[in-house]
Antibody
Framework: EVQLAESGGGLIQPGGSLRLSCAASGFTVSSNYMNWVRQAPGKGLEWVSVIYSGGSTYYADSVKGRFTISRDNSKNTLYLQLNSLRAEDTAVYYC???????????????WGQGTLVTVSS | DIQMTQSPSSLSASVGDRVTITCRASQGISNFLAWYQQKPGKVPKLLIYAASTLQSGVPSRFSGSGSGTDFTLTISSLQPEDVATYYC?????????FGQGTKVEIK
């Protein structure tokens, strides 16, 4: 059974840093596109970042240069390093697995429960 | 970057009604379009990918169509458990982008 479990969220001051983790089971992280998607309170979904199975990474303009996606294949875990945090980064952060079909892998077939990041002084 | 625009932003319909949500891309994306359902307080759930392929386990009253720039999600007979916000998402190339969402309520 595919499972994703995020951790690492919390309350952090503006300008601070945080590392989110997403432990995966039931599949191999390095064989899939892996994503972070966030949702600010009462708002819609916003894609944040992806790491391809080949290792290439991409970011939303809103986080480029501040956030870094990575993975640890030995731990089957995805990470998101959040630096220079701003109030507008406050959101629930979900990790999501990229789909596996002949029509692309950029959609999200499994989601974790999410971890809340609150940026406030 | 390609923008995704959904309409309407919200709708209210009766149980058994046919409901249609549209999603328009600012540039052509072929059929690289997914739809998600997010019930209040819950994690988003994949409904449809490749514009019209139903994800395993999703009720057949949900269907998707379209290609290029114009797409639709249809609920053939609205049920009380379909109360949710629905999002489209394009994935032809990064950055992936979501629509702003359509909130569906029961009248």
């Amino acid at each position: 059974e595919v499972q994703l479990a995020e951790s690492g969220g919390g309350l952090i001051q503006p300008g601070g840093s945080l590392r989110l983790s997403c432990a995966a089971s039931g599949f191999t992280v390095s064989s899939n596109y892996m994503n972070w998607v966030r949702q600010a309170p009462g708002k819609g979904l916003e894609w944040v970042s992806v790491i391809y199975s080949g290792g290439s990474t991409y970011y939303a303009d809103s986080v480029k240069g501040r956030f870094t996606i990575s993975r640890d294949n030995s731990k089957n875990t995805l990470y998101l390093q959040l630096n220079s945090l701003r109030a507008e980064d406050t959101a629930v952060y979900y990790c999501a697995r990229g789909g596996r079909s002949g029509s692309g892998s950029g959609y999200f077939d499994y989601w974790g429960q999410g971890t809340l990041v609150t940026v406030s002084s | 970057d390609i923008q995704m625009t959904q309409s309407p932003s919200s709708l209210s319909a009766s149980v058994g009604d046919r409901v249609t949500i549209t999603c328009r891309a600012s540039q052509g994306i072929s059929n690289f379009l997914a739809w998600y359902q997010q019930k209040p307080g819950k994690v988003p759930k994949l409904l449809i990918y490749a514009a019209s392929t139903l994800q395993s386990g999703v009720p057949s009253r949900f269907s998707g169509s379209g290609s290029g720039t114009d797409f639709t999600l249809t609920i053939s007979s609205l049920q009380p458990e379909d109360v949710a916000t629905y999002y489209c998402q394009k994935y032809n190339s990064a950055p992936w982008t979501f629509g702003q969402g359509t909130k569906v309520e029961i009248k």
